[in-house]
């Protein structure tokens, strides 16, 4: 049930949160039309990618990243992406409180392989990081959790996530535009001169460098669509040399401008 500014009272939440969720919650079906998400699923999956932005990145894992022992770019797509799914699960679950609280334990597991790392686990990728990694996860959890008890709002942890999907993950895996990065990945490599490319010759060298994992581009695509974890590590840091970095194809001006 959505209440307005006169019974906040009434709202089982922190106070200073109502009017950030209230102003989220007035663009919400705005920002939803915007990045054409539409239906439940379409939703939970952007939720997810919120989840795993707010929890996961843009804190001490960025630092990890950036070590000499952490997760290479390669780790970082395919972990995100693995996350997804422990996320749409844990916003699924029957109780969401009970969900959050699964996917921190999972987040924190120090035993568990990461994706794209050939079985290096969080102790060794995040040696010298845990504690501030263990910190933060635990404080965007608790955060997340004390956002439930909100009425102000009819779903407080979908306007919250899907505004930070929309803001910090578009183009991620689980958001509505992520079939359409997958088709130009596919038509940059069936086009090596395609204008999109950096380069003369940028496209060119990715298919010269494409690893003999890559059973046709039909196959790569639909991986990458669905489950770009289960990619063999080559291949993930194959296409974070040529093609998953940052602002180039398929996410750059350059690609815009070619069509």
Request: overall charge negative; charged content about 25%.
């Amino acid at each position: 049930m959505r209440c307005d500014r006169q019974v906040d009272v009434a709202c089982g939440g922190e106070p200073r949160n109502c009017e950030l969720l209230r102003a989220l919650d007035a663009r919400h079906l705005v920002q939803r039309d915007d990045v054409g998400m539409a239906g439940v699923t379409a939703i939970v999956n952007a939720m997810a990618v919120g989840l795993v932005i707010e929890v996961w990145r843009n804190g001490p894992v960025e630092d990890m990243h950036s070590s000499t022992r952490g997760p290479s770019d390669a780790a970082m797509f395919a972990e995100s992406t693995d996350l997804h799914q422990h996320a749409v699960a844990a916003l699924t679950a029957d109780d969401r409180i009970n969900g959050l609280l699964d996917f921190e334990r999972h987040v924190l597991d120090r035993t568990r392989p990461w994706a794209g790392t050939r079985g290096r686990s969080l102790s060794e990728l995040g040696r010298g990081f845990l504690g501030q990694y263990g910190k933060h996860v635990k404080d965007r959890i608790n955060s997340l959790m004390a956002l439930e008890e909100h009425s102000c709002v009819h779903d407080p942890l979908e306007v919250y996530l899907v505004s930070r999907a929309r803001t910090f993950g578009r183009d991620h895996k689980g958001m509505p535009n992520w079939p359409t990065i997958v088709a130009r990945v596919g038509l940059l490599l069936e086009n090596p001169t395609h204008p999109a490319w950096y380069g003369d010759d940028r496209g060119a060298q990715a298919v010269a460098d494409m690893p003999s994992a890559v059973q046709s581009i039909e196959q790569l695509t639909n991986a990458l669509l669905i489950n770009p974890f289960t990619l063999q590590v080559e291949v993930l840091e194959w296409l974070s040399r040529h093609l998953l970095f940052c602002a180039g194809p398929p996410y750059g001006p350059k690609w815009d401008a070619a069509n």
